[in-house]
């Protein structure tokens, strides 16, 4: 072999390696240190920080996605529609991780750019969260620890109970929810956005918030609402409640055999739309191959269309 040929191989050598080690990287749930990324159009919301709240946003990478953590100043990202495609139709986005991280890119930013793509102008939320420690190690640890189990019973059928989960105060998150969708309302004619067509829908923990600003803000007037794997429990249905979209899938933890927000959606006559899927774990953002949650984003957009969101209104 000659030396510009060792020299070829060496190279494809490393490369290979780094594709190995890049792929490896991103199938590993390890927790990895990230620079944070460049958010040049993200729109601080002036909500104020976080009481207590002494260490700096910092970011970190697992399974491959962004993820970013003690967030003391929340922002709006806007996700616009290619000119002459937008119908009119807004969604603010929230991304979830236990209001202690963000999965900006899984549960954010990769959702909004579907959305913009459907002619949505869609606006991702970094909201406020509680603070976690400082150091990466410290906190890997306190992600390491095994949540609580379901108390122990002889009664394994779905009408069982399930343990209750921590209660956060979500003052803040709320405070930065109803900041988005005024900045929204505020810069509707700007952004080609109908004012009586802004939605929410929200991952996990954003799904908690999505369904907390429904129940408890009294500003948002919100279209339609979508909680994607979020809390099940029967809730206490406004009267003006939107129309609401829900997905989750058998085997995720949050489920545990529940049915309450539907039920209360139903019985309090407010349309709703709900989808058990077979498998997808949780966190699956907008899909992961070979699981049947995987097309739920298509399934969303067709509802959107019957509910006559998909298509631009005549200005009044």
């Not at 494809?12 to 460049?38: E, N, R």
């Not at 969708?181 to 810069?187: E, G, S, T």
């Not at 923990?205 to 979508?226: P, V």
């Not at 995987?294 to 631009?312: A, C, G, I, S, T």
């Amino acid at each position: 072999m000659t030396y510009h040929l060792k020299i070829l191989a060496k190279r494809i050598f490393l490369a290979l390696l780094v594709v190995s080690s890049a792929t490896a990287m991103a199938q590993d749930g390890t927790i990895y240190p990230l620079k944070a990324p460049a958010e040049p159009k993200a729109i601080p919301l002036g909500t104020g920080g976080v009481e207590g709240q002494k260490a700096p946003e910092t970011w970190f990478r697992q399974w491959g996605d962004p993820m970013a953590r003690n967030v003391s100043t929340a922002t709006l990202t806007p996700f616009l529609p290619a000119p002459g495609k937008a119908n009119g139709t807004a969604v603010i986005v929230a991304p979830g991780g236990g209001f202690r991280w963000l999965s900006m890119d899984n549960e954010g930013w990769e959702v909004a750019k579907a959305l913009a793509d459907k002619g949505i102008a869609a606006f991702v939320l970094k909201y406020r969260l509680h603070p976690t420690p400082e150091s990466l190690e410290e906190f890997t640890a306190s992600m390491n620890q095994p949540r609580p189990a379901p108390a122990a019973s002889s009664n394994t059928s779905a009408s069982a109970t399930p343990p209750r989960m921590p209660q956060l105060d979500l003052s803040n998150q709320l405070k930065d929810a109803e900041a988005a969708y005024a900045l929204i309302l505020k810069r509707a004619k700007e952004w080609g956005v109908d004012p009586d067509r802004i939605g929410m829908i929200g991952f996990s923990a954003g799904a908690g918030l999505t369904l907390h600003a429904t129940l408890h803000s009294k500003t948002m007037k919100l279209a339609f609402i979508g909680p994607i794997y979020g809390g099940m429990g029967p809730v206490e249905v406004p009267k003006n409640a939107p129309p609401m979209f829900n997905v989750i899938a058998t085997d995720d933890f949050l489920f545990r055999g529940q049915f309450g927000v539907v039920d209360s959606w139903y019985k309090a006559g407010i349309p709703v739309e709900f989808h058990l899927y077979q498998n997808g774990g949780h966190g699956f953002g907008l899909g992961n191959p070979d699981r049947t949650s995987n097309r739920w984003f298509d399934v969303f957009m067709h509802w959107l269309e019957v509910n006559k969101f998909l298509k631009p209104q005549p200005k009044k």
